[in-house]
């Protein structure tokens, strides 16, 4: 890349709640920073300025849940040197995911008076379901030290340095009582990639899953634990039906669960 010509950015939208594209922005020290080494070419949610493409890196927001969006990540795609999906919804289908494990026909025929118009698929998807993803940067929202990594990464050519391993090493590191062991609440932190700097178990609750299952969890041995204590199927069922419902992990566990 030429030291005088900045790589081009692109930030896209699709069935999302826009928490991780407001993360960009809230980045602000940092994003000046960023701003000064890139060309944000395309980010509707700060400028209606449009910087035709290709572009060298593409930041992609939300899960795949129409046909028309089917096709228009494969055009992002093929525009893009560089795709990184962010966030739970891009990287595991989002808490639309949900959808994917009941009849979605029978959904919109409650909801609309015309269902008939509503064209949606059958399954809210990641990205990476659809096309080739360089990196994937987990969270409910993404953490903007992590995403300010990953733009870091791809402007030195090395691959970010995002943690692999679970919520329970930040509780650690901060000094928080494991509200497992000591208080009791159904937390999700032993299974669950960092990230968040243990953010609800410092606030005395258990870890929802914001940002999907770590490398290699054991969910059937935590289920098997809570199990022991006299827990039910079904509500084994939803601690695994949130952000990441669809995440691999996540799904085959709560389907364990399912009668």
């Not at 944000?40 to 300025?49: H, K, Y």
């Not at 930040?170 to 208080?183: D, I, P, Q």
Request: charged share 20%.
């Amino acid at each position: 890349m030429p030291q005088n010509k900045k790589p081009k950015l692109a930030v896209w939208k699709f069935s999302s709640c826009d928490g991780c594209q407001l993360t960009l922005l809230d980045c602000e020290d940092e994003l000046l920073a960023v701003a000064e080494r890139v060309e944000i070419a395309n980010f509707p949610e700060a400028s209606r300025a449009v910087v035709k493409g290709p572009y060298d890196l593409s930041l992609v927001e939300g899960s795949i849940t129409t046909p028309h969006d089917a096709e228009r990540i494969h055009q992002v795609r093929r525009s893009s040197k560089f795709l990184v999906s962010i966030g739970a919804c891009a990287t595991a289908g989002g808490i639309q995911a949900l959808r994917n494990f009941k009849n979605v026909k029978e959904f919109t025929s409650i909801v609309y008076a015309n269902p008939q118009y509503i064209e949606t698929l059958n399954k809210s998807t990641p990205i990476a379901d659809h096309v080739f993803v360089d990196f994937e940067l987990r969270g409910c929202p993404i953490n903007k030290y992590q995403l300010v990594e990953v733009i870091s990464a791809f402007l030195h050519g090395r691959k970010p340095n995002t943690p692999s391993y679970s919520v329970c090493v930040e509780c650690k590191r901060r000094g928080t009582v494991c509200g497992l062991v000591a208080v009791g609440p159904p937390c999700l932190g032993p299974v669950t990639q960092a990230g968040c700097n243990a953010l609800c178990p410092s606030y005395h609750r258990g870890c929802f899953g914001c940002y999907g299952p770590k490398e290699t969890p054991n969910t059937a041995s935590l289920t098997a634990h809570w199990s022991e204590l006299g827990m039910k199927e079904i509500e084994l069922l939803r601690l695994f039906r949130g952000f990441n419902a669809n995440a691999e992990a996540f799904r085959k566990e709560s389907e364990a669960h399912e009668k």
